[in-house]
């Protein structure tokens, strides 16, 4: 039997969360709403989609109002031609904020998407009460040190992706309806304990990635990068309380962090990859929302 794998059939799996739509600043966004109280708003990462969040979603909604946003070229959301800086796409989701009513929010995000709730706090302050970055930081000069070979006996996997991204239609080329080939690829190298993406999560994600237009909608992600960090010289430093929960990018939080945030909380958590909300939910949970209870 074939396995249904779009948002009106995952959502079931999560009571008390409902799926919703708006066009926002010139492209369709699709969102996950769930909970009761203060906003919530969590934005996931490559190669995810809202799925990223589904083991927090049930524990966050116990105290708070979450709405987790599938981003510009992201899952059930619109994968226009352009408008893939992180700038703009914290516009998509300040507009989202403020189609929902909400005057004020705690944004976090995920890789890709802690890069645009970066964005978000930098270009929206007033909108922001507290900002929460997963196991990533915003682009800034630093990536452009990267390097473009393995480096003998270092201990860490090469990001070959972040290059392989950056061409155009090729990636589409050679894998349109085989993304599960780099999806699988990516989660057993970057997690610590391989099951905890299970089998089903990796055919969400695959088929969510497996088009030409959503290849080429988040490759546009990492092709923004150059302008993102263009803008990250722009921005002052912000004022907000920021949490920085890390995995295997604790040490990437740790350095960025004084250097663009104030008032700052650092967590470490240990035994846990990149992918920190589906091998530490119970956790990442637990630390956020002792975050935000001190505020």
Do not use: C
Not at 108 to 137: C, E, M, Q, R
Not at 228 to 248: E, F, N, Q
């Amino acid at each position: 039997m074939e396995i249904n794998y779009s948002d009106d059939e995952l959502v079931k799996l999560l009571p008390g969360f409902t799926n919703g739509y708006a066009t926002v600043n010139n492209v369709d966004l699709h969102y996950v709403k769930g909970g009761a109280g203060t906003p919530l708003v969590l934005v996931p990462g490559w190669p995810e989609t809202w799925w990223a969040y589904h083991k927090v979603m049930p524990l966050l909604a116990k105290n708070y109002e979450v709405i987790v946003v599938d981003l510009r070229g992201m899952g059930g959301s619109g994968k226009p031609p352009g408008g893939y800086e992180k700038r703009n796409m914290a516009r998509d989701v300040f507009e989202l904020v403020k189609v929902l009513g909400y005057n004020q929010v705690t944004i976090g995000g995920h890789d890709i998407g802690a890069h645009v709730a970066f964005s978000f706090a930098a270009n929206y302050p007033a909108f922001v009460s507290n900002l929460i970055l997963l196991d990533t930081p915003h682009p800034d000069d630093s990536m452009y040190r990267l390097p473009m070979l393995p480096i003998p006996g270092a201990d860490y996997v090469y990001p070959w992706w972040l290059a392989f991204n950056q061409i155009k239609q090729l990636p589409e080329q050679l894998l349109e309806g085989r993304m599960s080939i780099v999806i699988d690829w990516i989660f057993n190298q970057l997690l610590q304990k391989k099951d905890s993406v299970t089998d089903f999560d990796r055919a969400v994600y695959a088929a969510a990635y497996n088009s030409a237009d959503a290849i080429r909608a988040s490759n546009a992600w990492y092709q923004a990068f150059p302008q993102d960090i263009v803008d990250s010289r722009t921005y002052a430093k912000l004022t907000m309380p920021v949490l920085g929960l890390g995995g295997s990018g604790y040490a990437l939080l740790q350095h960025a962090l004084p250097v663009v945030a104030t008032t700052y909380s650092l967590e470490k958590i240990d035994d846990a990859g990149h992918f920190i909300l589906a091998e530490k939910p119970e956790e990442t949970a637990r630390l956020i929302s002792r975050f935000l209870e001190k505020m």
